[in-house]
């Protein structure tokens, strides 16, 4: 049997992704829906962060409650 691995983005065990192609948001992906310009947005600190153009800064992610900002 083959060993599937996911990586997370949160604690919530149904998301595996942002939900993006190219950079760009699909429509419902890896358990994420809606909110396509903070997936967006998101898509490009991960690379930063990945590419090592984001060390020793910090995000703040504002926002109302029940926008996913966990």
Not at 11 to 22: A, F, M, Q, R, V
Request: no cysteine; aromatic share 2%.
């Amino acid at each position: 049997m083959e060993e599937r691995r996911f990586e997370r983005v949160g604690s919530h065990s149904h998301i595996t992704g942002l939900g993006l192609e190219n950079m760009k948001a699909k429509e419902v992906a890896d358990g994420m829906v809606g909110q396509k310009e903070a997936r967006e947005a998101a898509g490009i600190v991960v690379d930063m962060v990945k590419k090592g153009r984001f060390a020793g800064r910090a995000i703040l992610l504002a926002g109302p409650p029940g926008t996913g900002k966990t």
